[in-house]
């Protein structure tokens, strides 16, 4: 019985390791590629779309381009599909875009800093 538990422990935790080292190993996008990225999801708004800002926020300092705090994102940089607590997975760094579009005006685009994936509140 202790062995089958030890053999668990030992998945679970180089799983972390895993984690922990994807996140940390995936270097972090540049301005400039945040900007590309987030004026090809923007074309679905129409022509003419141009972003006006892009800062990188700690997962756990994110704000809108106006200063309010963004508090509902799932900060979690664990691996897709591993089923871990959050607290286990380090924090992930967001882009955020302002974006403006003519007549449809300014909006936020939010960005995994890692991987250039929105990210989800």
């Known amino acids: 019985m202790g ?4 053999i668990v422990a030992v998945v679970l935790a180089l799983g972390l390791a ?3 080292a994807y996140r940390i190993a995936t270097p972090i996008l540049t301005a400039q ?8 999801e923007a074309e ?3 022509p003419g779309s ?22 509902n994102f799932r900060t979690s940089g664990c691996i897709n ?3 871990l607590p ?3 997975c380090p924090t992930r760094s967001i882009w955020v875009v302002r974006t ?7 909006y936020d685009q939010f960005f995994d800093a890692n991987t250039g994936q929105p990210a989800l509140p």
């Open 81 to 83: 599909g591993l089923p």
């Open 50 to 71: 141009v972003v006006t800002q892009a800062v990188l926020y700690p997962a756990d300092q994110v704000r809108r381009s106006t200063g309010e705090p963004e508090t």
């Open 18 to 20: 895993i984690s922990w």
């Open 100 to 106: 403006h579009t003519p007549g449809r005006g300014n």
């Open 33 to 40: 590629q945040i900007k590309t990225i987030a004026l090809r």
């Open 44 to 46: 679905y708004l129409g």
């Open 3 to 6: 062995k089958p538990l030890r």
């Open 86 to 88: 959050t607290f286990l």
